[in-house]
């Protein structure tokens, strides 16, 4: 496969969330749990990077990346980590006013679980609960973060 299209694009970014979501659960319906986690945190942090172009107008990364740099941990591998991603929509803030504590619930999950090099290089399957809770709680997060840039 050839890629022909600008990963730093919005649009892309989107579709590669979707897209790894759909991988993540396909992974999961064949008992390869990690791959499964690899995946589904891989699908948030693609809709994080989508909804930085979105709330900065940008529909590419490398275009909203002035307005990024300002903030701490963004450049180079810092996009990766979650935690950062999220500092920098703000969205955070939002999780309150969730009284059923859903988003914080999973947010808390997922950001426990989801490290980027350590479950990319991870040499076991995992757990099957502890994927199945993950998976869930990344279709929440996943839901939410496409809902607040309008596009479900």
Not at 49 to 63: G, M, R, S, T
Not at 104 to 125: F, T
Request: hydrophobic residues 40%.
């Amino acid at each position: 496969m050839t890629l022909t299209h600008n990963t730093y694009d919005r649009n892309i970014q989107l579709e590669a969330s979707r897209r790894r979501l759909e991988d993540a659960k396909s992974l999961l319906e064949k008992n390869r749990w990690a791959g499964a986690m690899y995946l589904g945190g891989y699908a948030i942090e693609c809709a994080l990077v989508a909804l930085i172009c979105f709330q900065q107008k940008q529909n590419n990364l490398k275009k909203a990346v002035a307005w990024t740099l300002k903030t701490p941990n963004i450049q180079g591998s810092g996009i990766h980590r979650l935690n950062n991603s999220l500092q920098i929509t703000g969205i955070k803030n939002k999780f309150p006013l969730d009284i059923t504590g859903k988003l914080q619930n999973a947010w808390n999950l997922v950001s426990s679980e989801w490290e980027y090099s350590k479950l990319r290089y991870y040499d076991k399957n995992g757990d099957e609960q502890t994927a199945k809770n993950f998976i869930q709680a990344v279709e929440v997060l996943h839901v939410f973060l496409l809902n607040e840039q309008g596009v479900i």
